[in-house]
């Protein structure tokens, strides 16, 4: 296997232009998981041959390329199931649970074996080709997330859908934001938010499965500016502050706080909608 260095990975930043300097992206020297775009990229290369041997050079050419391409992409599934198990549920890891739970293992590696290509084949010096290969957050929220704990699709569409009638628009609350730059804080999939009383604010019974999945319980970013900030929590955001980090996953805020997040929830639905944002240093 090609030995991966840190030319490989500039070069794999500058392909995907993406802004890795983030802490909502988690890197290694071979790719990245992207918690904000909710996305996981990972690269393989290989050599290409030039030898023809005294056959025609152009058709032996496009051979090797064809072969090279292949070796990359086995090369890349190798990698992403690797970043894979990096990524973070709760305050466990993917690679944690397939450990635990080999039918989950099992259908991981499934989906790195579907993962589809992520930009253009890249031709790189001394005979080489790179392919990055990816999967999105929801495909692998789908396979480790399980149905118990949730909201019932059917309630989901709370009271709150008169009361917000009811407030001017310049008034309501349009999502929630955490300011967590002042702690330790690692992004995940599912984490929770408590009060300093240890009473769940936020967690699975507050919004559906679906929306865990396709949209993610929380979102990120490093600053209000961020261009996803207005998309996930709207103009009008509540701003409270983290206290600390449980396991620098779940958060904790004030109990004040709490109960003005469960205000803001009992009249314009938020949690249940996941506008929920944390601000990452």
């Known amino acids: 296997m090609v030995k991966y260095s840190l030319t490989y990975f500039i070069m794999l930043g500058s392909l995907l232009a993406v802004d890795t300097s983030q802490s909502s992206i988690i890197r290694n020297d071979y790719g990245f998981i992207d918690y904000t775009n909710r996305i996981i990229v990972c690269m393989g290369t290989a050599n290409i041959s030039t030898q023809n041997n005294g056959e025609d050079f152009h058709p032996v050419i496009e051979k090797s390329i064809k072969l090279s391409k292949g070796e990359a992409k086995t090369y890349a599934r190798e990698n992403l199931l690797d970043l894979i198990k990096l990524v973070n549920l709760d305050e466990r890891t993917v690679g944690d649970i397939m450990v635990s739970d080999p039918f989950i293992g099992r259908r991981v590696e499934s989906l790195v074996g579907s993962a589809f290509q992520y930009g253009e084949v890249k031709y790189l010096e001394k005979n080489q080709l790179a392919i990055s290969l990816a999967v999105k957050m929801s495909s692998l929220a789908e396979i480790l997330i399980d149905a118990n704990g949730y909201m ?94 449980n396991n620098e996953v779940n958060l904790i805020v004030s109990n004040l706080d709490g109960e003005r997040i469960r205000y803001a929830e009992k009249k314009f639905g938020l949690l249940s909608n996941c506008k929920v944002l944390v601000l990452l240093k």
């Open 152 to 245: 019932n699709d059917m309630i989901a569409q709370s009271t709150y859908l008169m009361t917000r009638s009811a407030i001017p628009k310049n008034e309501r609350i349009s999502g929630i934001v955490i300011d967590a730059r002042n702690i330790d804080q690692i992004p995940a999939l599912v984490p929770k938010i408590y009060n300093e009383d240890k009473t769940l604010i936020y967690g699975s019974r507050h919004y559906t499965r679906s929306r865990s999945v396709n949209r993610g319980s929380i979102g990120y970013a490093l600053s209000m500016q961020d261009s996803n900030v207005q998309r996930r929590v709207g103009n009008t955001p509540l701003l409270v502050d983290a206290r600390r980090s």
